[in-house]
């Protein structure tokens, strides 16, 4: 399988500089805003943990919405912090298009499929957020050719490889059912979108010159295995 090399000058584009700025800012902003919200609920006694997804209880409903801004302390907001950070950035920076719709969907899917499915009790948190992205991250680098994306998949397995075992119901009080269903919708995403956000790859001399009339005939080029189409942006 042939791997295509980026253009430099577009990853190495100011363009690009920015939108990986802006992606790291947005990621620690989302993760500011987790942090104010259960320092005020420490703070202040406010117990915002009955607004999170209770299954099968009309009351729950409004945790699809909440849930996933609540936790349980602070070592649960402290192990979710670092992975959306890295998650949210690498998401926000590679995939543009994609990220705004993958978002939405590993912010509101989780709660809905738990909601539905789930066993009882009260569940919050954002990790199926970050099993979503994940999962999303890893599925897309397997899929695509494009050497960011691999490098991308590579990173994150190494680092949060260990999420695996986080679908499945093997520590007590831990929504595992969030995790699994996080999960699963980064891998319909990912699979949906795989020809969204394909960087224009790099082209070489010898490219061009074939292209120019009177050089080459089409039966003179290789064939090629991405469906005929060139290389442009998605």
């Known amino acids: 399988m042939q791997i295509h090399v980026p253009d430099p000058r577009y990853t190495g584009s100011r363009q690009?500089?920015?939108?990986?700025?802006?992606?790291?800012e947005m990621a620690l902003a989302f993760v500011a805003l987790l942090w104010l919200i259960l320092l005020f609920d420490w703070a202040l006694d406010l117990d915002l943990?009955?607004?999170?997804?209770?299954?099968?209880?009309?009351?729950?409903?409004?945790?699809?919405?909440?849930?996933?801004?609540?936790?349980a302390n602070f070592a649960?907001?402290?192990?979710?912090?670092?992975?959306l950070v890295v998650l949210g950035s690498v998401l926000l920076h590679l995939y543009p298009r994609a990220a705004p719709r993958v978002l939405?969907?590993?912010?509101?899917?989780?709660?809905?499929?738990?909601w539905l499915f789930a066993r009882g009790g009260v569940h919050i948190g954002a990790s199926g957020m970050a099993y979503g992205m994940v999962t999303y991250i890893l599925v897309a680098g397997l899929i695509r050719r494009d050497r960011r994306a691999i490098a991308a998949a590579l990173l994150v397995c190494f680092m949060y490889g260990a999420f695996v075992w986080g679908v499945?119901?093997?520590?007590?009080?831990?929504s595992w059912e969030s995790h699994l269903a996080g999960a699963?919708?980064?891998?319909?995403?990912?699979?949906?979108?795989r020809r969204l956000d394909v960087p224009p790859r790099r082209r070489y001399s010898w490219e061009e010159e074939a292209e120019e009339p009177g050089t080459s005939s089409p039966l003179d080029e290789p064939p090629r295995d991405d469906g005929g189409t060139r290389s442009t942006l998605h």
């Open 49 to 71: 943990r009955r607004f999170g997804v209770r299954p099968q209880d009309w009351r729950g409903l409004a945790g699809i919405l909440f849930a996933p801004l609540l936790h």
């Open 104 to 114: 939405l969907a590993v912010y509101f899917g989780p709660g809905i499929l738990v």
């Open 184 to 193: 699963a919708i980064g891998l319909v995403l990912a699979i949906a979108f």
């Open 16 to 24: 690009m500089r920015t939108s990986f700025r802006m992606a790291v």
């Open 76 to 83: 649960h907001l402290i192990a979710n912090s670092l992975p």
């Open 168 to 174: 499945l119901p093997i520590e007590p009080g831990v």
